[in-house]
Nanobody
Framework: QVQLAESGGGLVQAGASLRLSCAASGRTFGNYAMGWFRQAPGKEREFVAAISQNPRSTSYADSVKGRVAIFRDNVNNRVYLQMNNLKPEDTAVYYC???????????????WGQGTQVTVSS
């Protein structure tokens, strides 16, 4: 099993940047693909980005492509989401998740963090 804890959220103005961090417990972090998802009020949770176990493959939602980068540190068991040029529509709770394969749907990830709030004001 792996336990996940997100941090780095906050209230920022449109155009600002944020880096979210997800710390994973356990010795098997490198065995998992990692994903970031988000859920805005009144909306379903949606995929943001994912990275494979070896960090050679990444995947991004069209809505964030070019503004967001996912990367991981397999030594320190962390995955990051760098978000630039934030927009009000990026406001959501952001979750990191661990799964066995690079995927873009909820059911491909077995382990989830509690989430961190990102609020972007206009």
């Amino acid at each position: 099993q792996v336990q996940l804890a997100e941090s780095g959220g906050g209230l920022v103005q449109a155009g600002a940047s944020l880096r979210l961090s997800c710390a994973a417990s356990g010795r098997t972090f490198g065995n998992y693909a990692m994903g970031w998802f988000r859920q805005a009020p009144g909306k379903e949770r949606e995929f943001v980005a994912a990275i494979s176990q070896n960090p050679r493959s990444t995947s991004y939602a069209d809505s964030v492509k070019g503004r967001v980068a996912i990367f991981r540190d397999n030594v320190n068991n962390r995955v990051y989401l760098q978000m630039n040029n934030l927009k009000p529509e990026d406001t959501a709770v952001y979750y990191c998740a661990a799964g066995l394969a690079l995927g873009s749907t909820d059911n491909e990830y077995a382990y989830w963090g509690q989430g961190t709030q990102v609020t972007v004001s206009s």
